[in-house]
């Protein structure tokens, strides 16, 4: 007798692996993945949990290094103002068995000292090329056309990560004319070198350590954290994951790493609604910018706004002497002064007013961005504003 094909029903209940994580065996966990994504419907206007958090510990490292550019046209460090490139390019020459006669230091406009710095990524292997950025140090008036020499690269522990060599790409450049005179586009002192750096030592990450992985939303939120524990649960099945605080959500895995890349695959796909943000009002003090969010409320007030324009207009007139006085012609400077003064309104707030009305009401006032600014830091003085105000 042939076995009969079983049939995969997906419903609420979701029973078929409600306690999958705990009894089908290891090699399983594949199809169970690829039935989780047949059978997983999304909410709509829910977001990926890809975009509302990460894998802890999966992350990119810095990685700085110092080093040397050369084959500038003239655009290097000048010694007199920079000794350490001088002092860096001779300590290089003597590791190639070049000995300088003493008291001598090397000159070359040629020359930049620089720093490089890079981004290694999470899981970067050895061998992996990686952009590394130049910056000049000294008073290098430009590094293009420059060559970055081998430069080792390390991170905060003091290991050498990768090592960084190559021609540089610079945006910028400049211009010097014989009178002293410059034109500067862009910033010539910075460049780049794609793929510049070879990957050299692994970083270890505990993405496959231990039993459990946790997601660290990028917004710290109670309601996010709860409802993405509860989404997974109900895909997955009921204590697969918990919520440790409004950041981190905790996630039962598999041990295999292999299994484990497929199972943070399906997880990274699902969709949620997350929690709506608290009432804030952003304020840029620099552009005023103002930013209101969607459940900035305002209690029961009145508001009136005007403003006072005060203009002096200078103007220069001229006065002839008489001309058989023998007197000098004189300039006689008048100043006419207006003031004016805009019509002041008054408008209330009805308790509970949204963010549309409250717009609405400013615009009909006409406040420019600064006299929106001076409106809400009073409202929340009187304490109408049901909002945070932060000031940046």
């Known amino acids: 007798m042939l076995n009969q094909p079983a049939i995969v029903q997906c419903g609420p209940q979701h029973a078929m692996w409600r306690n999958a994580l705990r009894v089908l065996r290891p090699a399983t966990w594949p199809v169970l993945v690829l039935l989780l994504a047949l059978c997983w419907s999304p909410q709509a206007g829910a977001e990926r949990i890809k975009d509302l958090a990460g894998i802890a510990g999966v992350r990119s490292n810095q990685l700085l290094g110092y080093g040397l550019v050369v084959g500038l046209n003239g655009t290097g460090d000048s010694v007199n103002q920079t000794r350490f490139t001088g002092q860096s390019l001779q300590a290089m020459l003597q590791r190639f068995g070049i000995t300088l006669p003493p008291g001598t230091s090397p000159s070359s406009k040629n020359v930049a000292a620089v720093t490089v710095h890079a981004e290694l990524p999470a899981f970067a292997k050895p061998g992996q090329a990686i952009d590394v950025t130049v910056s000049s140090l000294g008073d ?9 020499l081998m430069t080792p690269l390390k991170g905060a522990d003091g290991q050498v990560y990768a090592v960084a060599q190559g021609n540089l790409v610079v945006g910028g450049f400049g211009v010097d004319a014989g009178d002293g005179s410059r034109v500067t586009v862009n ?6 070198v794609p793929n510049g750096a070879s990957v050299e030592r692994v970083v270890a990450n505990p993405f496959a350590e231990g039993e459990s992985i946790y997601l660290n939303l990028h917004s710290p939120d109670f309601t996010s954290a709860k409802r993405l524990a509860d989404t997974i649960n109900r895909v997955v099945g009921p204590q697969t994951a918990a919520p440790v605080d409004a950041v981190s959500v905790r996630v039962s895995a598999p041990r295999d790493p292999g299994q484990r890349v497929g199972f943070v695959s399906f997880l990274e796909n699902l969709e949620l609604v997350p929690g709506e943000a608290a009432a804030k009002v952003i304020i840029n003090s620099r552009t005023g910018t103002v930013v209101i969010g969607n459940h900035v409320r305002v209690a029961e007030a009145a508001v009136s706004h005007g403003s006072l324009t005060v203009s002096i207009t200078a103007s220069n007139d001229v006065v002839q002497p008489n001309p058989l006085g023998g007197g000098d012609t004189a300039e006689v400077q008048n100043n006419d002064i207006e003031v004016t003064q805009e019509d002041s309104r008054m408008f209330v707030f009805d308790a509970g007013v949204t963010l549309n009305e409250l717009v609405r009401a ?8 600064g006299d929106l600014v001076a409106i809400l830091e009073a409202l929340k003085q009187v304490g109408a504003l049901r909002a945070e105000l932060i000031v940046i």
């Open 187 to 192: 910033v010539p002192s910075v460049g780049r």
């Open 140 to 148: 290098a008036k430009s590094l293009r056309g420059g060559t970055l």
């Open 362 to 369: 400013v615009n009909q006032v006409g406040a420019a961005p």
